[in-house]
């Protein structure tokens, strides 16, 4: 058999990963790839422990860039600083590069898909969005006879690990946080999982595949979780809801789509809502589809390193005839502000009941003053008719807002 040599870029949770997946199942790789694959180099500027794979290191990427034998690069280092510049120059050598590295892809997957169909070459990213989840082939592949109209889901495995805590009580924010540091699922640096710009990159790959033109995850609105307290978790449950972290990208017209993520108050009996833990979960709606979810372990080691390893054999089985991935620059315009769309909401103020009523008429209320331990004597929290975030804003202007998110279904 012929024999397909890998380079691995960074040798952290999830290149380890995709080196002991490769090793461990070397035999099956090989028959469904019939080829023989083996990791050649690794690249990484700390020294590798473990002396197996210690004897493949390299700490210049320059070895695997001039190296004709490598083919495939699987970049894991993360991040756009590095991972940016070793991406181009690999795919410019001529080599297909595997990535689980969103951010890359949601910031400049235009540019580098472009410079892998110019080599003739391909830049696959299936591990960038649900870990292990199969969705960018999905999209890709098995749903092209639709037009796609929305995506949303559930994209971050930490932030879903946390909130389904919660909502088991008894646990801090922060010792949830380092929980899920420790089992591997929160990037080194948590800000980018909390603050939700882990589900923006995710939520952006997903639009630009289902609508086909690029949408920038600086551009949209993105709100985290760590505004959700014991009390909103209370208050949705007793509406029949569960507060998740949503990204959620739609279609308004030929010419616009809208794209967010933000935390929401998700029915009860919703698929969704039992997607809990580290679990993923991503509906997609098209015309002829109707709607379907994909569900699995959005994070980790070993579902992540699934998912590459799986874009490597096909890499290795597609050397010669470039798979067909891509999207176009967007017009300015193209992307509709979050706060120009229609929802219902959930608000939990500390302002009283006559100025809630002046702002907002008859409302539903969920709580009372009192009711929940250190809620203040004012605090209700109440649900609105859908109106548009901008609306809202100017209705709330003046009063004391607390908690703030939508409310789907
Ligand atoms: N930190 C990410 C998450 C890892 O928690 O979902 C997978 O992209």
Request: charged share 25%; proline share 3%; net charge negative.
């Amino acid at each position: 058999m012929y024999m397909v040599n890998v380079a691995i870029l960074g040798f952290g949770t999830v290149g380890s990963g995709v080196a002991e997946v490769m090793e461990e199942n070397a035999v099956s790789i090989a028959h469904n790839a019939l080829e023989d694959i083996r990791v050649k180099r690794i690249v990484d500027i700390r020294d590798i422990e473990d002396g197996h794979f210690s004897k493949m290191q390299t700490k210049d990427f320059s070895v695997v860039e001039n190296d004709p034998d490598i083919k495939i690069v699987v970049e894991t280092i993360g991040g756009v600083g590095v991972a940016y510049d070793y991406t181009k120059r690999s795919l410019l050598a001529g080599k297909s590069v595997v990535t689980s590295n969103k951010e890359l892809v949601a910031k400049h997957g235009h540019e580098l898909l472009s410079i892998a169909k110019e080599k003739n070459v391909n830049y696959l990213f299936e591990a960038s969005v649900g870990g292990g989840i199969p969705i960018i082939r999905p999209i890709t592949q098995c749903l092209t006879a639709n037009e796609l109209d929305e995506v949303y889901g559930i994209l971050n495995g930490t932030t879903n690990y946390i909130l389904t805590r919660m909502v088991q009580g008894n646990v801090s924010f922060e010792e949830v946080l380092h929980e899920a540091q420790r089992l591997g699922y929160a990037e080194a640096d948590p800000t980018a999982d909390v603050d939700g710009h882990d589900a923006a990159r995710k939520i952006c790959i997903l639009a630009d595949l289902c609508f086909g033109k690029s949408v920038d995850p600086d551009r949209i609105s993105v709100q985290g979780i760590r505004g959700v307290t014991a009390e909103d978790v209370e208050y949705a449950r007793r509406l029949g809801y569960k507060i998740k972290l949503l990204g959620r990208a739609y279609r308004l017209d030929e010419e616009h789509i809208t794209a967010y993520v933000a935390p929401h108050l998700i029915s009860k009996t919703s698929l969704l809502s039992n997607v809990d833990g580290v679990m993923n979960g991503i509906v997609v709606h098209g015309n002829a589809l109707g709607e379907a979810m994909f569900y699995g372990a959005g994070a980790g080691k070993r579902p992540t390193a699934s998912a590459v390893v799986a874009d490597v054999i096909d890499a290795a089985k597609h050397m010669l005839a470039r798979k067909y991935l891509g999207w176009d620059e967007s017009e300015p315009d193209y992307v509709v502000d979050a706060a120009d769309i229609r929802m219902r909401w959930y608000v939990r103020t500390g302002s009283g009941l006559e100025e809630i009523g002046r702002a907002f008429g008859n409302v539903r209320l969920i709580s009372y003053p009192g009711e929940y331990p250190g809620a203040g004597p004012d605090e209700y929290a109440f649900a609105t008719e859908p109106i548009t975030g901008r609306e809202l804003q100017k209705r709330l202007s003046g009063m004391e807002v607390r908690s703030l998110f939508r409310i789907l279904g």
